[in-house]
C-alpha cells in the first residue's frame, strides 16, 4: 500500500517549500495548516493504509445485502418487489446524514466521526442475524437494519474529506485520496469473492459476520493506536460546546454559494456521480441483454480490477505535476478531462461493442478513467474550502446521490421510448460533457473559505 512522500519535520515546525525557479530569498510557504498540523511522515506510513482498510471495509458492509439477498428472499419468501424495498432503504439514510456528518467533522474532526461510525455500523451489520432470527417480521426490521447503516456510513466520506483538508498539504491530497478511496474497489472484489464461497458453504449470516466484526475491529484499533484513546467519545456536552464555541462554527454559506467555482465543483460531481450511478446500475442489464450467454463474473470483476490501478496513477501524476509548479486548478481540471470527457468516449463506444469482449474493454476504460475524479472534482473542495470542506463535500455527496435516482429512473425511460441503448449511452455522455463544461469554464483551486 503506497502513500504520499511527507517530511518528517512538518509536525511541529514550519519547512521552506520551494518550487522550481523560486528565489531562496523569497517568503517560504508554511507547512503548517492554519487549523492544524500536517500528518508527518511516520504519521502518514499509519494513517493512509488503515484508512484504505477503514474504505475496503466501508464497501465490504455494503455489498453484504445485495449478496445475500437473493438466499434471504429464497428463505423468507420474499418476491422482487421487496427484496428491491429492502435494498434501496439504504439509499435514504446515506442521503441524510451527508450534510451533517461533514459539518461535524469539521467541528470536531473526521477522525473521531469517521472511529464512531464504523464501529456502530460495524455493530448493526453483526447483529442483523441474530435481529432477523428473533421476530416474526425479519423484512422490516432488515429494512430498517439497512436504513440505518446508510445513516451511519452516509458521514464516511464527507468525514474524510474534512479530515485531509486538514491533514494532508494539496501537493500530496490528489494521491492520498486516490490511495484511501481504492479501499471502495478492493472492498467490492474481496467480499465479491469470499462472500460468495461463504455463503454457498455456511449461510447468508456468515457473510454478515464476515464484514461486521472486522468493521468492529478496525474503529477499537483506530480508537486505541491511531486516537490514542484519549478524549475521542463525543459526549452530547462536547458536542454541543464543539458546535458552539468552534472558531470554524460559522460556515460561510453566502461566500461559499457566490463563489462560481463553489458551484462548478458542485455540479461537476453531482453530474458525474450520477452519470457512474446510473452506468453501474444498468451494466449488468446491458450485459444480459446484448450478451445473454457471457459471464457475469467477468463485467463484474474484470473493471473493478482495472480501476484500481488507474486511480494510484492519477494521483501519482496529478500530485508530480503539482510539486513541479504547474497550476493547481489546471491540473485539477485536465484529471477531470479524463474523469468526465475520455470517459465518456468509452461509455459511449460500448454501443458499437462488437463482442462480449470488447464491450468489457470499453467499460473498464470508462469506469477506469472516472476514478480520476479522485484526482479531480473530489480534492478540489479541499482546495477551495479546507475549513469546511466535510460539509461543502456532504452537499455535492447528497446531490450526487439524489441525481444519481433520478437518473438511473430516466435511463429507464429512454430504454422503454427508444429501445435501444445508445440513447442511454448518449445521455451519460451529454451530462458528463455538460458538467465538464461547467467545471473548466468556472473551476479555481484558490481558498474561498477566509
Avoid at 340 to 354: A, Q
Avoid at 412 to 441: A, D, K, Q, R
Amino acid at each position: 500500500m503506497a502513500f504520499a512522500a511527507y517530511n518528517e519535520g512538518d509536525k511541529n515546525t514550519n519547512a521552506n517549500f520551494i518550487r522550481p525557479g523560486d528565489s531562496p530569498n523569497e517568503v517560504p510557504i508554511s507547512r503548517t495548516h492554519p487549523n492544524g498540523t500536517y500528518w508527518s511522515k511516520s504519521e502518514a506510513k499509519s494513517w493512509v493504509p488503515f484508512l484504505f482498510m477503514g474504505t475496503c471495509l466501508l464497501y465490504c458492509a455494503r455489498v453484504t445485502l445485495p449478496i445475500c439477498v437473493s438466499a434471504m428472499a429464497e428463505q423468507y419468501e420474499w418476491d422482487k418487489k421487496q427484496s428491491g424495498v429492502v435494498l434501496g432503504s439504504f439509499f435514504w439514510g446515506y442521503c441524510l446524514t451527508q450534510i451533517l456528518g461533514g459539518y461535524i467533522s469539521d467541528r470536531l474532526g473526521g477522525a473521531k466521526i469517521l472511529m464512531l461510525s464504523t464501529c456502530a455500523w460495524g455493530l448493526v451489520v453483526i447483529l442483523t442475524p441474530a435481529v432477523i432470527h428473533q421476530t416474526s417480521a425479519p423484512i422490516v426490521l432488515l429494512t430498517a437494519s439497512r436504513f440505518l447503516m446508510g445513516l451511519l456510513q452516509g458521514v464516511f466520506y464527507p468525514s474524510l474529506t474534512s479530515l485531509f483538508s486538514i491533514k494532508v498539504r494539496e501537493s500530496d491530497r490528489a494521491f492520498t485520496s486516490s490511495s484511501v478511496c481504492t479501499g471502495s474497489q478492493v472492498g467490492t472484489l474481496l467480499l465479491g469473492a469470499v462472500g460468495s464461497v461463504l455463503l454457498h458453504r455456511y449461510g447468508w449470516e456468515s457473510v454478515f459476520y464476515f464484514s461486521g466484526l472486522p468493521s468492529l475491529l478496525w474503529g477499537v484499533c483506530m480508537w486505541k493506536y491511531l486516537l490514542k484513546g484519549q478524549d475521542q467519545i463525543i459526549s452530547l456536552d462536547s458536542l454541543g460546546n464543539g458546535m458552539v464555541n468552534s472558531k470554524n462554527s460559522k460556515v460561510p454559506w453566502k461566500k461559499l454559494f457566490q463563489s462560481t467555482a463553489v458551484w462548478a465543483v458542485i455540479v461537476a460531481h453531482i453530474c458525474q456521480a450520477g452519470t457512474f450511478f446510473s452506468l453501474l446500475s444498468w451494466m449488468p442489464t446491458f450485459f444480459h441483454d446484448s450478451f445473454p450467454d457471457s459471464k457475469g463474473w467477468v463485467f463484474n470483476v474484470v473493471p473493478w480490477a482495472v480501476a484500481i490501478p488507474f486511480s494510484l496513477f492519477g494521483g501519482l501524476l496529478t500530485d508530480h505535476l503539482i510539486k513541479l509548479g504547474f497550476d493547481t486548478a489546471k491540473v485539477r481540471k485536465i484529471m477531470t478531462v479524463f474523469a468526465m470527457g475520455f470517459s465518456s468516449i468509452f461509455t459511449k463506444l460500448l454501443s458499437y461493442s462488437g463482442n462480449y469482449y470488447q464491450a468489457v474493454i470499453f467499460l473498464s476504460a470508462s469506469l477506469g478513467l472516472q476514478t480520476f475524479n479522485h484526482s479531480g472534482v473530489s480534492v478540489n473542495v479541499q482546495d477551495l474550502a479546507p475549513s469546511c470542506a466535510g460539509s461543502l463535500f456532504g452537499i455535492m455527496n447528497t446531490g450526487g446521490a439524489l441525481c444519481g435516482v433520478a437518473f438511473v429512473y430516466l435511463a429507464g425511460h429512454l430504454m422503454e421510448t427508444s429501445g435501444s441503448w445508445p440513447s442511454v449511452f448518449n445521455f451519460i455522455s451529454i451530462v458528463n460533457t455538460c458538467g465538464l463544461s461547467f467545471f473548466l469554464y468556472f473551476g479555481q483551486a484558490t481558498r474561498i473559505d477566509i
